[in-house]
């Protein structure tokens, strides 16, 4: 029986489009993620990784929708060729057959590593003069880290105050205002 081809599709957040990602390749089952990918424990790519069996083809739009870093990288390729599972790199015209020997196609192995360790070294830039510009911004006053919005608004917190100070219990309290009992305990000692 012919392995499945199957598609991993992954966008940073929830407002980015995944349409150019593997368009006009078929498919019989896609997953779709929208995580960062500098982890590499992400639940949508952990899912694909325990679908994908023997003779499977897992395509992928680029190398850097399925990791960040070089060694997170590596270690999924050596895992799919240890399932016999095939990776295709579509941006890249990149193909690691699902071998389980140790020869496999020396040169595309150097491309991956050539092509892996420029990305994480254009992230690192990235991520540089993204610190640099901040910095800037700050000695300028135009930074301000304004963070997350509160998940309580000033009068809930009063509200917490009072049902806490007449002997309601955190978890109780949490449980009705659908929050952690940590977010609690930081409203209240603020």
Do not use: W
């Not at 000033?154 to 917490?160: D, F, I, M, N, P």
């Amino acid at each position: 029986m012919p392995g499945k081809d199957i598609g991993y599709i992954r966008v940073s957040t929830h407002e980015q489009n995944t349409a150019r990602q593997l368009d006009g390749v078929q498919l019989d089952k896609v997953f779709e993620e929208h995580a960062s990918g500098k982890s590499a424990v992400r639940p949508v790519l952990q899912a694909c990784l325990g679908y994908v069996r023997d003779g499977d083809v897992l395509h992928v739009h680029s190398i850097d929708r399925l990791a960040r870093n070089l060694r997170d990288l590596l270690t999924i390729v050596t895992e799919l060729q240890k399932q016999k599972v095939t990776l295709k790199f579509h941006k890249e015209n990149l193909t690691f057959a699902g071998r389980n020997d140790a020869h496999g196609d020396a040169f595309q192995e150097l491309q991956l590593h050539i092509i892996a360790a420029v990305a994480q070294f254009e992230r690192s830039l990235i991520l540089e003069r993204q610190r640099e510009g901040i910095a800037i911004a700050k000695k300028g006053g135009k930074y301000k880290n304004v963070g997350r919005k509160p998940v309580l608004s000033g009068e809930r917190v009063a509200e917490l105050r009072v049902k806490l100070e007449q002997g309601a219990k955190v978890a109780v309290l949490a449980r009705e205002y659908g929050v952690s009992r940590q977010t609690i305990y930081s409203n209240i000692t603020t």
